[in-house]
């Protein structure tokens, strides 16, 4: 089992970035496939971005896909999301997950972080 911890979100003009980290305990990260989900309000939470063990097969959504980029660092059990030109609609709490199958449904993903809240100002 792992446990993880998400943090690095805030409040953000439109065009500015952040960098979301994610400290996984417990069992290795490197036994993960790790993703990246957000949740908005009055929506269900959306894919953003998954890696694989290895830290490569980047899939992104189609809204994020060119600005966001998820990264890994199993020696250091951390796993990244970098989000750069940021817009008034990515704003939403942000999940880090961890699970066995390579999968970019949050219903596969058992392990869950408490969620960053990001907010982009216009």
């Known amino acids: 089992q792992v446990q993880l911890v998400e943090s690095g979100g805030g409040l953000v003009q439109a065009g500015g970035s952040l960098r979301l980290s994610c400290a996984a305990s417990?069992?290795?990260?490197?036994?993960?496939?790790m993703g990246w989900f957000r949740q908005a309000p009055g929506k269900e939470r959306e894919f953003v971005a998954i890696?694989?063990?290895?830290?490569?097969?980047?899939p992104y959504a189609d809204s994020v896909k060119g600005r966001f980029t998820i990264s890994r660092d199993n020696a250091e059990n951390m796993v990244y999301l970098q989000m750069n030109s940021l817009k008034p609609e990515d704003t939403a709490v942000y999940y880090c997950?961890?699970?066995?199958?390579?999968?970019?449904?949050?219903?596969?993903?058992?392990?869950w972080g408490q969620g960053t809240q990001v907010t982009v100002s216009s």
């Open positions: 997950a961890a699970g066995t199958a390579w999968s970019t449904h949050s219903s596969q993903y058992p392990y």
């Open positions: 417990g069992r290795a990260l490197g036994s993960y496939v």
């Open positions: 890696i694989n063990r290895s830290g490569g097969g980047t």
